[in-house]
């Protein structure tokens, strides 16, 4: 049985770093209209307390993926739950997600989002995982990082682990006696 153990983000913390986030996005978009899209289902605790923050005429599209992924935590095969259902030409697009570790979800986004040929994309995780060996390429480049965290499997504020703990307001490592889950 998978076990909490230390919080890795507490909650003032997330909601310190996120005003600082929608800051440092109002700057970069300044009074442009944006258009969101939302990875869901983990991104969505975090993207209702980012859009609140923003000033900005704003447009919330989302994606659902999923990602499987081996035991040994690398990248398995990424299931499409729902596309982008609209056309995205001429608009400034910013694909938000909860949390970067081998880069296999974002790039799946960024593919779905930039066949629909927007204006501009960019990106925003709210945790990026220090990988050692087969760290992500796409690591150094998104645009926007809430923290970075060890590599340690967590759940919390919108993270899952088999459907659980989405709900904690900390961002909490998962300990599984016999290894990380993954
Ligand atoms: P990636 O595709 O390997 O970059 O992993 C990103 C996706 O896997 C995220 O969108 C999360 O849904 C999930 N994920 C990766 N690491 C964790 C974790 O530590 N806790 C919960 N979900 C994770
Ligand atoms: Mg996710």
Redesign the pocket.
Known sequence: MPRLSVVIVPRNQIRRRVGELAAEITEAFGNRGLTIVG?L???LVFLADLIRRLPMRLELLTVG?R?Y?GRDGT?GE?EFRHRLRTDLAGQHVLIV??????????SAALEETMSHEPASCRTCVLLR?KRGRGG?SLAGAVDFVGFDIPD????GYG???DGRYRNLPDIVA?QQVGGQPR
């Open positions: 990875v289902d983990g991104a993926v990602s992924r990248a990424i997600d909860d949390i970067l570790d081998t880069g296999a979800t974002l995982k992500s340690v499997f967590v759940v993270l899952d682990f998962l």
